[in-house]
Protein backbone atom coordinates (compact mmCIF):
# COMPACT_ATOMS: atom_id res chain seq x y z
CA UNK A 1 0.00 0.00 0.00
CA UNK A 2 1.40 3.30 -0.88
CA UNK A 3 1.80 5.76 1.55
CA UNK A 4 1.04 9.67 2.17
CA UNK A 5 2.58 11.58 -0.84
CA UNK A 6 4.42 15.28 -0.36
CA UNK A 7 5.67 17.55 -2.57
CA UNK A 8 8.49 19.05 -2.71
CA UNK A 9 10.55 17.73 0.53
CA UNK A 10 12.44 21.29 0.45
CA UNK A 11 11.75 24.66 -0.29
CA UNK A 12 13.66 28.09 0.30
CA UNK A 13 11.59 31.21 -0.32
CA UNK A 14 12.16 34.67 0.67
CA UNK A 15 9.65 36.67 2.56
CA UNK A 16 6.51 37.83 0.94
CA UNK A 17 6.81 35.28 -1.69
CA UNK A 18 3.84 32.26 -2.28
CA UNK A 19 4.75 28.82 -2.22
CA UNK A 20 2.57 25.78 -2.43
CA UNK A 21 2.53 22.22 -1.38
CA UNK A 22 0.85 19.17 -2.52
CA UNK A 23 -0.46 16.18 -0.90
CA UNK A 24 -1.81 12.72 -2.20
CA UNK A 25 -3.19 10.61 0.66
CA UNK A 26 -3.87 6.79 1.16
CA UNK A 27 -6.23 5.52 -1.38
CA UNK A 28 -9.66 5.15 0.16
CA UNK A 29 -8.61 7.49 3.06
CA UNK A 30 -11.56 10.29 3.28
CA UNK A 31 -9.66 12.24 5.67
CA UNK A 32 -6.96 14.75 5.33
CA UNK A 33 -5.37 17.12 7.44
CA UNK A 34 -2.63 19.18 6.85
CA UNK A 35 -0.22 20.58 9.97
CA UNK A 36 2.59 22.66 10.70
CA UNK A 37 5.68 21.16 12.97
CA UNK A 38 8.04 23.84 14.31
CA UNK A 39 11.30 22.87 15.18
CA UNK A 40 10.68 21.75 18.74
CA UNK A 41 7.18 21.68 18.93
CA UNK A 42 3.94 18.50 18.16
CA UNK A 43 2.44 18.58 14.91
CA UNK A 44 -0.54 22.04 15.07
CA UNK A 45 -3.60 21.12 13.05
CA UNK A 46 -4.03 23.70 10.14
CA UNK A 47 -6.83 22.48 8.39
CA UNK A 48 -8.73 18.94 8.33
CA UNK A 49 -10.87 17.64 5.04
CA UNK A 50 -13.42 15.18 5.23
CA UNK A 51 -12.92 13.94 1.36
CA UNK A 52 -13.94 17.48 -0.21
CA UNK A 53 -15.20 19.72 2.75
CA UNK A 54 -13.64 21.52 5.55
CA UNK A 55 -13.81 19.90 8.81
CA UNK A 56 -11.51 22.17 10.57
CA UNK A 57 -9.94 25.42 9.86
CA UNK A 58 -10.01 27.24 13.16
CA UNK A 59 -6.02 27.53 13.51
CA UNK A 60 -5.12 28.00 10.09
CA UNK A 61 -4.28 31.98 9.31
CA UNK A 62 -6.55 32.17 6.67
CA UNK A 63 -5.29 36.37 5.83
CA UNK A 64 -2.22 34.19 3.96
CA UNK A 65 -3.22 29.99 4.13
CA UNK A 66 -5.42 28.69 2.28
CA UNK A 67 -5.89 25.17 1.39
CA UNK A 68 -8.04 22.81 -1.39
CA UNK A 69 -9.39 19.33 -1.46
CA UNK A 70 -11.38 20.27 -4.85
CA UNK A 71 -12.04 16.28 -5.86
CA UNK A 72 -11.47 14.62 -2.61
CA UNK A 73 -8.18 13.03 -3.20
CA UNK A 74 -5.40 15.19 -3.36
CA UNK A 75 -4.48 18.61 -1.64
CA UNK A 76 -3.10 21.78 -2.20
CA UNK A 77 -2.06 23.96 0.79
CA UNK A 78 -1.38 27.51 -0.43
CA UNK A 79 0.67 30.32 1.96
CA UNK A 80 0.82 34.05 0.20
CA UNK A 81 2.49 36.18 1.27
CA UNK A 82 4.90 33.71 3.28
CA UNK A 83 6.35 35.82 7.14
CA UNK A 84 9.41 34.68 8.59
CA UNK A 85 7.38 32.68 11.23
CA UNK A 86 5.99 30.26 8.72
CA UNK A 87 9.84 28.30 8.58
CA UNK A 88 8.63 25.22 9.43
CA UNK A 89 7.81 21.32 8.58
CA UNK A 90 4.41 20.96 6.76
CA UNK A 91 3.28 17.91 7.32
CA UNK A 92 -0.07 16.10 5.28
CA UNK A 93 -1.76 13.05 7.02
CA UNK A 94 -4.71 10.79 6.22
CA UNK A 95 -6.82 8.66 8.32
CA UNK A 96 -9.73 6.31 7.35
CA UNK A 97 -12.29 7.67 9.88
CA UNK A 98 -14.24 4.06 9.75
CA UNK A 99 -10.74 2.08 10.14
CA UNK A 100 -9.93 0.19 13.44
CA UNK A 101 -8.32 2.23 15.45
CA UNK A 102 -10.87 5.11 14.22
CA UNK A 103 -8.45 8.18 13.17
CA UNK A 104 -5.18 7.16 12.99
CA UNK A 105 -2.91 9.22 11.22
CA UNK A 106 -0.45 8.76 8.12
CA UNK A 107 1.87 10.97 7.95
CA UNK A 108 4.06 11.61 5.09
CA UNK A 109 7.50 12.58 4.77
CA UNK A 110 6.64 16.67 4.76
CA UNK A 111 7.98 19.48 3.26
CA UNK A 112 10.21 21.65 5.16
CA UNK A 113 10.42 25.20 4.51
CA UNK A 114 12.64 27.77 5.15
CA UNK A 115 11.31 31.83 4.94
CA UNK A 116 14.40 34.02 4.18
CA UNK B 1 -9.06 25.59 24.56
CA UNK B 2 -8.07 22.16 24.92
CA UNK B 3 -4.07 21.75 26.08
CA UNK B 4 -1.69 18.23 25.97
CA UNK B 5 1.06 18.86 27.92
CA UNK B 6 3.58 15.91 27.88
CA UNK B 7 6.96 15.93 30.56
CA UNK B 8 9.80 16.03 30.27
CA UNK B 9 10.58 17.49 27.66
CA UNK B 10 13.89 16.17 26.84
CA UNK B 11 15.63 12.62 28.97
CA UNK B 12 18.70 11.61 27.93
CA UNK B 13 19.27 7.35 29.47
CA UNK B 14 21.94 5.54 29.35
CA UNK B 15 21.09 2.22 26.95
CA UNK B 16 18.94 -0.51 29.15
CA UNK B 17 17.81 2.17 31.52
CA UNK B 18 14.40 2.84 31.37
CA UNK B 19 12.21 5.79 29.92
CA UNK B 20 8.25 7.39 30.73
CA UNK B 21 6.92 9.80 29.65
CA UNK B 22 3.69 11.33 31.04
CA UNK B 23 0.63 13.61 29.27
CA UNK B 24 -2.29 15.38 30.38
CA UNK B 25 -4.58 17.16 29.30
CA UNK B 26 -6.72 20.04 30.34
CA UNK B 27 -10.11 17.84 29.44
CA UNK B 28 -11.81 15.02 29.52
CA UNK B 29 -10.76 13.06 26.63
CA UNK B 30 -12.21 10.06 24.14
CA UNK B 31 -9.35 7.99 23.48
CA UNK B 32 -5.75 8.77 23.56
CA UNK B 33 -2.81 8.10 20.71
CA UNK B 34 0.90 7.81 20.93
CA UNK B 35 2.93 8.37 18.07
CA UNK B 36 7.16 8.52 17.65
CA UNK B 37 8.89 10.56 15.49
CA UNK B 38 12.24 9.93 14.29
CA UNK B 39 14.91 12.04 13.90
CA UNK B 40 14.31 13.79 10.69
CA UNK B 41 11.23 11.52 10.30
CA UNK B 42 7.67 11.68 10.49
CA UNK B 43 5.04 10.88 12.97
CA UNK B 44 4.83 7.30 13.40
CA UNK B 45 1.48 5.83 15.10
CA UNK B 46 2.31 3.37 17.85
CA UNK B 47 -0.95 2.85 19.80
CA UNK B 48 -4.42 4.09 20.24
CA UNK B 49 -6.14 3.77 24.09
CA UNK B 50 -10.02 4.53 24.93
CA UNK B 51 -11.17 2.78 27.99
CA UNK B 52 -10.28 4.19 31.13
CA UNK B 53 -7.66 2.72 33.13
CA UNK B 54 -6.60 0.62 30.03
CA UNK B 55 -3.03 -0.80 29.79
CA UNK B 56 -1.36 -1.92 26.37
CA UNK B 57 1.66 -3.66 25.50
CA UNK B 58 4.08 -3.42 22.98
CA UNK B 59 7.05 -5.68 23.58
CA UNK B 60 8.84 -3.44 25.55
CA UNK B 61 6.74 -0.84 25.53
CA UNK B 62 3.68 -0.27 28.11
CA UNK B 63 1.40 2.40 27.32
CA UNK B 64 -1.39 3.66 30.36
CA UNK B 65 -4.72 5.65 29.84
CA UNK B 66 -5.93 7.04 33.33
CA UNK B 67 -8.96 6.26 35.19
CA UNK B 68 -10.44 9.74 34.27
CA UNK B 69 -9.27 9.85 31.16
CA UNK B 70 -7.10 13.05 31.50
CA UNK B 71 -3.46 11.29 31.27
CA UNK B 72 -1.50 8.64 29.94
CA UNK B 73 2.19 7.49 30.12
CA UNK B 74 4.49 5.64 27.86
CA UNK B 75 7.21 3.12 30.33
CA UNK B 76 10.06 1.99 27.79
CA UNK B 77 11.76 -0.78 29.73
CA UNK B 78 15.87 -1.78 29.07
CA UNK B 79 15.69 1.11 26.25
CA UNK B 80 18.06 0.29 23.33
CA UNK B 81 19.24 3.14 20.51
CA UNK B 82 16.98 2.38 18.26
CA UNK B 83 14.23 3.90 20.30
CA UNK B 84 15.64 6.94 20.11
CA UNK B 85 13.41 9.59 19.24
CA UNK B 86 10.29 12.15 19.98
CA UNK B 87 7.38 10.50 21.43
CA UNK B 88 4.25 12.50 20.89
CA UNK B 89 0.48 11.98 22.96
CA UNK B 90 -2.39 13.15 20.97
CA UNK B 91 -5.91 13.49 22.85
CA UNK B 92 -9.23 13.79 21.27
CA UNK B 93 -12.12 15.42 22.92
CA UNK B 94 -14.47 12.80 21.02
CA UNK B 95 -14.11 10.50 18.88
CA UNK B 96 -15.66 12.85 15.79
CA UNK B 97 -13.47 15.89 17.37
CA UNK B 98 -9.68 16.93 15.95
CA UNK B 99 -6.35 15.05 17.55
CA UNK B 100 -4.29 17.86 19.65
CA UNK B 101 -0.48 16.76 19.95
CA UNK B 102 1.35 17.50 22.88
CA UNK B 103 4.65 19.09 22.84
CA UNK B 104 6.26 15.48 22.68
CA UNK B 105 9.25 14.13 24.91
CA UNK B 106 12.68 13.93 23.04
CA UNK B 107 14.47 10.80 24.62
CA UNK B 108 18.13 10.26 23.63
CA UNK B 109 20.08 6.89 24.32
CA UNK B 110 23.22 6.80 25.12
CA UNK B 111 25.23 3.57 24.15
Known amino acids: EAGVAQSPRYKIIEKRQSVAFWCNPISGHATLYWYQQILGQGPKLLIQ????????DSQLPKDRFSAERLKGVDSTLKIQPAKLEDSAVYLC??????????????FGAGTRLSVL | GQQVMQIPQYQHVQEGEDFTTYCNSS?????IQWYKQRPGGHPVFLIQLVKSGEVKKQKRLTFQFGEAKKNSSLHITATQTTDVGTYFC???????????FGPGTSLSVIP
Open chain 2, 90 to 100: AGMKTSYDKVI
Open chain 1, 93 to 106: ASSHPWGKPKNIQY
Open chain 2, 27 to 31: TTLSN
Open chain 1, 49 to 56: FQNNGVVD
